[in-house]
């Protein structure tokens, strides 16, 4: 229905930056939400940003705020998000996702990306 490909992963010291970048295809039209989420080793997935794709309101987690910035571009159906200031605890397999209601929680996410391996070293 929707595919979703991440890409801009990677390897990163502590207060680096990396740019993550989410391409959708199929049927985008579909989609009201765009948001990224996170996996880390152990735990569960936990929401980091997101983007109404209509209107252009986003939605930050506590813990990137402020560090972490969502971003879109409707005509190449892409999404990105910005990281600065990266910390350890920001190491996780990141999630690009998109659902067809406005959402937040990482359950009302219908499509899902691969993921891509965000790692912080200290």
Do not use: H
């Amino acid at each position: 229905q929707v595919q979703l490909v991440e890409s801009g992963g990677g390897l990163v010291q502590a207060g680096g930056s990396l740019r993550l970048s989410c391409a959708a295809s199929g049927r985008t039209f579909s989609i009201v939400t765009m948001g990224w989420l996170r996996q880390a080793q152990g735990k569960a997935r936990e929401f980091v940003a997101a983007l109404n794709w209509s209107g252009g309101s986003t939605y930050y987690a506590d813990s990137v705020k402020g560090r972490f910035t969502i971003s879109g571009d409707n005509a190449k159906n892409t999404v990105y998000l910005q990281m600065n200031s990266l910390k350890p605890e920001d190491t996780a397999v990141y999630y690009c996702a998109a659902a067809e209601t406005l959402a937040t929680r990482p359950s009302a996410y219908r499509y899902w990306g691969q993921g891509t391996q965000v790692t912080v070293s200290s």
